[in-house]
């Protein structure tokens, strides 16, 4: 996926649900995706440009509804905006390569693992089974 992608033809590659989660920061409703309680060994790339943004080793169920991992692949892969939209301070998670929304990071995740929990949009990713 080319970085100079129009908006035109980001409405023609992706569906409509990931088209307003990727493109407009939209976000799924909780329980509904297709990730949200897969267990399957592998790696996740955006489903915006197929970068490879989560890993498998890294989700645990935290019960938040949305697929959670305590961390990014590689800090390279994402990049972290300050989001203050819905009247509260959180941390938006975006691919680093295309610019796609993935999800929020909050710092309430397991301790043992650095305590954060990457909430994550399963229509905003796809599953490369190991």
């Given at each position: 996926m080319?970085?100079?992608t129009?908006d035109?033809?980001?409405?023609?590659?992706?569906?409509?649900?990931?088209y307003?989660v990727?493109?407009?920061?939209g976000?799924e409703?909780?329980?509904?995706g297709?990730?949200?309680?897969?267990e399957d060994?592998?790696?996740?790339?955006?489903?915006?440009?197929g970068?490879?943004?989560f890993?498998?080793?890294?989700?645990?169920?935290?019960?938040c509804?949305?697929p959670s991992?305590?961390?990014?692949?590689?800090?390279?892969?994402?990049t972290?905006?300050v989001?203050?939209?819905?009247?509260m301070g959180r941390?938006e998670v975006r691919?680093a390569r295309?610019?796609s929304?993935?999800?929020?990071?909050?710092?309430?995740?397991p301790?043992d693992a650095?305590?954060q929990?990457?909430?994550i949009?399963?229509v905003?990713?796809?599953l490369e089974?190991?």
């Amino acid at each position: 996926m080319s970085l100079e992608t129009t908006d035109e033809e980001w409405r023609q590659r992706l569906t409509p649900e990931q088209y307003a989660v990727l493109r407009k920061a939209g976000t799924e409703r909780a329980f509904t995706g297709e990730y949200v309680d897969t267990e399957d060994d592998g790696v996740y790339r955006c489903g915006g440009c197929g970068t490879t943004v989560f890993d498998s080793q890294t989700k645990y169920h935290s019960g938040c509804g949305w697929p959670s991992f305590t961390e990014a692949v590689s800090p390279d892969a994402v990049t972290l905006i300050v989001d203050r939209s819905m009247g509260m301070g959180r941390t938006e998670v975006r691919c680093a390569r295309c610019d796609s929304h993935l999800g929020h990071v909050f710092d309430d995740g397991p301790r043992d693992a650095g305590g954060q929990r990457w909430c994550i949009n399963s229509v905003a990713l796809d599953l490369e089974k190991r």
